[in-house]
């Protein structure tokens, strides 16, 4: 008999954020990261962290999914919120944009659950993140993985994992805005 395990969608942000998340969920999980990010700018630093997550997920054998770069439709959803603090609407938006690509991508496809690395930051709040995701899975028809990757030293474990492996460390966001 076997004891298959399900198949998890993992959106990723960046290589240094994954690398405790994976560490912790890929006993449980059948894991491919899907890199979506159309809110990293400039299309520099977006290029950077889109090549550094593809060596990281070729050096510990996991697949790596790269969405579009659909800054536009980015752009257009948060311009009002321009101005607004971190972590306020904007970063809900964005955080919505994100989630509901992988969700579709995750149904599309066959995945048993998404879930996202997003929490593992000290500045984003998994309450607002996981209301989110669980939002988008009883709309979409697909379980969300919830989760406050910080603790248990999380985020403490993601930078000793960046060092362990060489890992580019940017230091914000990755949104223009927050950038200021």
């Known amino acids: 008999m076997s004891s298959q395990k399900p198949k998890m969608l993992l959106h990723v942000c960046c290589a240094p954020c994954s690398s405790a998340v994976l560490e912790r969920l890929r006993d449980e999980f059948d894991i491919t990261g899907y890199f979506y990010d159309p809110n ?11 090549e550094e997550g593809r060596r990281f ?3 510990i054998g996991i697949p790596l999914i790269e969405a ?3 800054t536009d439709r980015w752009f257009a959803k948060t311009a009002e919120f321009k101005e607004a603090p971190e972590g306020g609407r904007r970063c809900e938006i964005c955080y919505d944009m994100r989630l509901n690509k992988a969700a579709g991508f995750a149904r599309e496809n066959n995945f048993d659950i998404f879930a996202t690395v997003l929490s ?9 993140i996981n209301n989110i ?19 248990k030293d999380g985020f403490k474990r993601s930078l000793e994992l960046s060092r ?13 805005y927050s950038k200021k």
Not at 120 to 127: D, F, G, L, R
């Open 68 to 70: 579009c770069y659909d």
């Open 133 to 151: 995701g669980r939002s988008i899975a009883e709309k979409c028809g697909i379980k969300f993985y919830e989760a406050d990757f910080k603790k």
């Open 164 to 176: 362990e492996y060489n890992l580019y460390r940017q230091d914000y966001c990755g949104c223009i």
């Open 40 to 50: 990293i700018h400039p299309e520099e630093e977006y290029i950077r962290r889109l």
């Open 120 to 128: 593992i930051s000290p500045h984003k709040k998994a309450e607002k």
């Open 57 to 59: 997920y070729r050096e």
